[in-house]
């Protein structure tokens, strides 16, 4: 098992910045690719990014280029999600997933969303 842990959300305004954090524990070795994902109230839930261990990255929300930055430690198993120019839009729940699916499968999927793990989420609100 994985388990997964985020941190750093919070109430901003409307241009502000806020940096998510996510520490993964657990049978850590079995994790190919580490994302984020969004759900605000009333939507489905919605891809943002994944990254894997050597560094490679998938944006799979295009709204969302240029605002949002994915990252990882050197230890790989903490990524971040730096967001910048945040817009009330952006208010949700955030959630960290892993998948320790092969890396091939995880490339053909659709989204993040199809990942195994999940953390139990980081709400953002941004207020206008």
């Known amino acids: 098992q994985v388990q997964l842990v985020e941190s750093g959300g919070g109430s901003v305004q409307a241009g502000g910045s806020l940096r998510l954090s996510c520490a993964a524990s657990?049978?850590?070795?079995?994790?190919?690719?580490m994302g984020w994902v969004r759900q605000a109230p009333g939507k489905e839930r919605e891809g943002i990014a994944i990254?894997?261990?050597?560094?490679?990255?998938?944006y799979y929300a295009d709204s969302l280029k240029g605002r949002f930055t994915i990252s990882q430690d050197n230890g790989k198993y903490t990524v971040y999600l730096q967001m910048n120019s945040l817009k009330p839009e952006d208010t949700a729940m955030y959630y960290c997933?892993?998948?320790?699916?092969?890396?091939?499968?995880?490339?053909?999927?659709?989204?993040?969303?199809?990942?195994?793990?999940w953390g139990q989420g980081t709400q953002v609100v941004v207020s206008s």
């Open positions: 997933a892993a998948s320790n699916a092969r890396t091939k499968d995880i490339q053909t999927m659709k989204s993040p969303t199809d990942f195994n793990y």
């Open positions: 657990g049978y850590t070795y079995s994790v190919n690719a």
């Open positions: 990254i894997y261990p050597g560094g490679d990255i998938t």
